[in-house]
């Protein structure tokens, strides 16, 4: 095994940098691979961009679950599209207006049903996303807070979920390292008692209804928010100088709106065929050998194509709509994916870059000095979270980092609770950071929303979130105690409250 050391952080490093500077997702992760391929190839050009194209990019395109993604993502944007063409989203979101009746009870509506989905991380902000997008522009909510919301109760509260693929996964793992170690307790109890440790997970579900009793934003959030609510000020005014328009316009635009607003049952309809195939092949394939990676994603392809069907089945109905003109628009939907896929295959080519250099074992080196029991869970929290946010993989930051960490804390005599329970939470914290996690991307692709304008809005209060996790564990690792986590939380609302405070205003 090649040894690359320090020049392995290089790539995710200067893809971070990049992206920072030059606003350019593309750009910067393009120039990830290709630093990482000059590394592997020894700095000879030629064989770095055969080994970007060849084994990175075209290996990653050819993986059978990536593809699989991938047409998820294509098949939801042509029912998206759909439904928007239709009018049943505005018309759902005009009715929502009416029972939603607040800012605060509009984010309340999008958490709780990001907790309900709580099945698959990728799907729920693919499934929550666009139902509510309309319904925050009625609100004046900008869409950044939006994709914040999709991404907080996506992953945290999967990992939560003891019987879903998150948990047959983090078992194993388990498994795999008390085997080495000679601990033969088994490994679901180890997981159910490792939950109340799991503060990154607890803290960023919590955060958002923090933020919501509040009532207030700060730092890229707040200026997101500006800019949105002096864009809508902007398109106010201008609409204010439009003339008199004729009567006949006046009627057919009337006619037009009444076409693309009126019919909920464009919407409702889909959406039960889509909700109903899901929770009856989700409940099928659990109660029939166990619920897997492939059994979400061919339940979620099922499901949205069920509905798209649907959708143009009542725009036939109710707007004459041939199912060609409907096919039309189901497939400008699925291109206006593309960008993102290109985005997914681009980060899943970095993440192989990554694991060729080896950077999670180079990091992961860093903890093999002697260090205290008490100390060892922090250590850990903040190994994952750099792994994590450098690969973009909560997934592969649990392989490596689990395999790593339990023998050392046993070895320490620290607790194996905690240090798993760190493990966990360092690489989901480092994974909903990450500008390159596909759970960060897919949260973008659910609001609608620029992307590295998502990460940006998201990092200041993921990051306080963080550092109040990584409290947590440090007190834990001195009073292992369960009461840590309603400490930790109210330690966050404390600082929420203090920073909202100082650094911003009421948004009305």
Not at 200 to 226: C, D, H, N, R, W
Request: aromatic share 10%; net charge neutral; proline share 3%.
């Amino acid at each position: 095994m090649n040894d690359y050391g320090i020049l392995s952080i290089i790539p995710p490093l200067l893809t971070i940098f990049v992206a920072l500077y030059s606003k350019n997702v593309l750009l910067a992760l393009t120039c990830g691979i290709l630093s990482g391929s000059l590394i592997i190839a020894d700095f000879n050009p030629f064989y770095a961009i055969l080994n970007a194209m060849e084994n990175q990019v075209l290996k990653e395109v050819s993986n059978g679950s990536q593809i699989q993604v991938i047409l998820i993502i294509f098949i939801v944007g042509g029912f998206v599209k759909l439904l928007e063409v239709s009018g049943g989203a505005n018309a759902f979101a005009q009715k929502l207006t009416t029972i939603v009746t607040s800012r605060a009870k509009a984010q309340l509506l999008v958490w709780l049903s990001g907790l309900g989905i709580f099945f698959t991380d990728s799907g729920n902000s693919l499934i929550v996303g666009p139902l509510y997008r309309s319904v925050f522009d009625q609100f004046k909510i900008c869409r950044q807070k939006l994709a914040y919301i999709l991404d907080t109760t996506s992953s945290p509260i999967s990992i939560l979920i003891p019987f879903i693929g998150w948990g047959a996964y983090i078992t194993s793992l388990i498994d795999k390292s008390y085997a080495e170690i000679g601990l033969d307790e088994n490994s679901y109890s180890v997981l159910i008692n490792v939950i109340p440790y799991q503060f990154y997970a607890f803290l960023a579900l919590a955060t958002v209804p923090i933020l919501i009793i509040i009532g207030k934003e700060y730092g890229p959030m707040k200026q997101s928010q500006a800019q949105f609510i002096a864009k809508l000020d902007d398109n106010k005014h201008q609409k204010s100088k439009v003339s008199k328009v004729s009567k006949a316009e006046s009627t057919d635009s009337n006619l037009v709106n009444h076409g693309n607003h009126g019919n909920i049952s464009i919407f409702l309809y889909p959406l039960g065929v889509m909700l109903l195939l899901i929770g009856g092949l989700i409940s099928w394939h659990a109660s029939h050998g166990g619920l897997s990676s492939i059994h979400i994603r061919s339940t979620l392809a099922i499901a949205y194509l069920s509905a798209a069907l649907t959708c143009m089945e009542m725009m036939r109905r109710h707007q004459s709509k041939s199912y060609s003109e409907s096919l039309g628009i189901f497939i400008k939907g699925a291109e206006s994916m593309v960008y993102i896929s290109i985005v997914l295959i681009l980060a899943w080519s970095l993440s192989s870059i990554t694991k060729d250099l080896h950077t999670a074992d180079y990091l992961a080196s860093i903890i093999s000095g002697r260090v205290e029991p008490m100390y060892f869970p922090m250590i850990v929290f903040i190994l994952g979270a750099v792994i994590s946010l450098s690969t973009g993989s909560s997934y592969g930051t649990f392989a490596i980092l689990m395999s790593i960490a339990v023998p050392v804390g046993f070895e320490l005599g620290a607790s194996m609770y905690l240090t798993i329970a760190a493990v966990l939470s360092g690489g989901l914290f480092g994974d909903h950071v990450s500008p390159i996690s596909d759970t960060t991307v897919l949260a973008s692709v659910g609001a609608e929303c620029e992307h590295l304008s998502h990460v940006t809005t998201q990092a200041g209060y993921a990051g306080v979130t963080g550092l109040v996790a990584l409290l947590a564990y440090g007190l834990a690792g001195a009073y292992e105690s369960v009461y840590v986590l309603p400490f930790s939380i109210a330690v966050l609302f404390v600082t929420m409250f203090i920073l909202m405070k100082f650094f911003n205003r009421k948004l009305r």
